[in-house]
């Protein structure tokens, strides 16, 4: 007879997977026959296993085959239409589906970190070791799809830390070996409302004053912060790391107030707005919250905190320039009763960004031009073109572009309502068409 808590862990597991889209179920399904008909054991791993639980929809489906993990790929990708990648020092391949499901398939392995914050040294290995060698007891949680029986393993109590709402990693060098880390902890903490626990702070506190971010490349941290901003809500995760000591470790200057804060809300709502009305090509999201927290810094400090950041060169310049042309804007716009054709000027020449920024800083008058711009002068232009000046007799050369822009100024004014409006204003100020 089969012991009952097994048994009840499997009903458990079969009520977990059923939460799975149909489509996912499937590729499940066929993950399991594979996995028989191979003799090799596969298991359902890591973030979708928790957003399972926690049910969330997790858009791609993470497999670990313990043996050869890129045979098994192969096999699963045969369906046609599949196209995979494969990474044979890492044992890993990515598949994307006919229909674009995604599915990552990985071989069981061990890590060993030779340094702190280096790239780790992976060999073959167990579930466990698999299981061991991840960040945090909430996703190192697996669910048996081959052999048959279907089990959660659950081997560092994640499930009761997801329960307790816990983040902890698996052992005290954790954080030491890939600080990382300490970004994903911030991360799930915010979008899964946890806290970090009191051994993890005291571990978290001790790496910091060991200065092991200074440690990461500056691409490895970039991609951090990013994925920090790419969240659907940065602002939580930032207040997690500055409350951890983690923005004062990376630059002492970089301290994020509440109005930094209420911005990237109002940065967020702005960019919804935008995208909705499809008006311009919105920038990415991650660019303006960024813009946000260097600007919540002193000027002078900017570009010291933007490297500390992990950027550099070309994308730090650029982001300089764009707060100091958000500086005149922002003193220009502010003015108010701007001419329509000035304020045409001015936001026709500010990136995306900076409109978005520009919306979301907070003054009522900055707002509204904005807002005036976007629904009213934007997308005004004038009925004639630069064939119809050719028409007309004009002689082509740089004239027709002042022209043009007398007529969109004109236009934006409303004194030209019309074609015929147009024409006449020509008539009488450049003599043509006779
Ligand atoms: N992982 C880890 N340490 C890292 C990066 C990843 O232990 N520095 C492990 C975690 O177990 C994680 C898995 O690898 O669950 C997959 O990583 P990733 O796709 O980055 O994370 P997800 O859990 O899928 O989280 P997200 O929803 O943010 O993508």
Redesign the pocket.
């Known amino acids: 007879m089969r012991h009952p808590t097994r048994k009840r862990r499997q009903v458990l597991v079969q009520k977990l997977l059923g939460r799975l889209p149909h489509r996912q179920q499937e590729l499940i399904g066929a993950a399991r026959v594979l996995g028989n008909r191979r003799r090799v054991s596969v298991y359902l791993?890591?973030?979708?296993v928790?957003?399972l639980i926690l049910r969330r929809a997790?858009?791609?489906l993470?497999l670990t085959v313990v043996g050869d993990g890129i045979a098994y790929a192969k096999a699963l990708a045969a369906e046609p239409g599949t196209r995979a990648t494969i990474h044979p020092r890492f044992g890993t391949a990515a598949l994307i589906l006919r229909d674009g499901l995604r599915l990552?398939v990985a071989t069981a392995r061990r890590e060993r970190y030779v340094h702190p914050a280096a790239l780790p040294q992976v060999f073959p290995g167990t579930i466990r070791d698999d299981?061991f060698?991840?960040?945090?007891t909430i996703?190192?949680m697996a669910v048996r799809v081959a052999p048959k029986g279907e089990e959660l393993l659950d081997l560092f109590g994640g499930l009761t830390d997801l329960k307790r709402g816990f983040l902890r990693v698996l052992h005290d060098e954790s954080y030491r070996d890939?600080p990382?880390?300490i970004f994903?902890g911030s991360?799930?903490a915010a979008?899964y409302r946890l806290r970090f626990s009191p051994r993890d702070r005291r571990l978290i506190r001790n790496v910091l004053a060991e200065k092991v971010l200074q440690r990461l490349s500056r691409e490895r941290l970039f991609r951090e912060v990013k994925?920090v901003f790419d969240?659907a809500t940065p602002e939580a995760a930032l207040r997690i790391l500055q409350d951890r000591g983690v923005l004062k470790a990376l630059d002492p200057a970089l301290v994020v107030d509440q109005g930094a804060f209420a911005q990237m809300r109002s940065v967020r709502r702005a960019w919804q707005r935008y995208n909705r009305r499809g008006i311009s090509s919105t920038p990415p999201l991650w660019r303006v919250y960024l813009l946000v927290l260097l600007r919540s810094v002193p000027a002078r400090v900017r570009r010291r905190v933007g490297e500390h950041l992990g950027l550099k060169g070309p994308p730090l310049d650029a982001l300089m320039t764009e707060l100091r042309d958000f500086a005149f804007l922002q003193e220009q716009l502010e003015e108010g009763s701007l001419r329509a054709s000035r304020l045409r000027y001015l936001l026709d020449r500010a990136s995306a960004d900076l409109r978005i920024l520009l919306w979301a800083s907070g003054a009522r008058r900055v707002r509204h031009s904005v807002e005036r711009y976007l629904t009213r002068l934007a997308s005004v232009r004038p009925a004639l073109t630069g064939q119809d000046l050719k028409k007309f007799g004009f002689p082509p050369g740089p004239t027709y572009r002042r022209i043009l822009d007398r007529l969109l100024e004109g236009r934006m004014e409303g004194r030209l309502k019309s074609r015929e409006d147009e024409v006449a204003f020509l008539r009488r100020h450049f003599g043509r068409p006779r």
């Not at 791993?45 to 979708?48: N, S, Y």
């Not at 060698?133 to 945090?136: G, K, Q, S, V, Y």
């Open positions: 791993v890591g973030g979708p928790r957003d997790s858009a791609d993470d990552d299981l060698r991840r960040d945090f996703n190192a890939d990382t880390r994903r991360r799930y979008r994925r969240e």
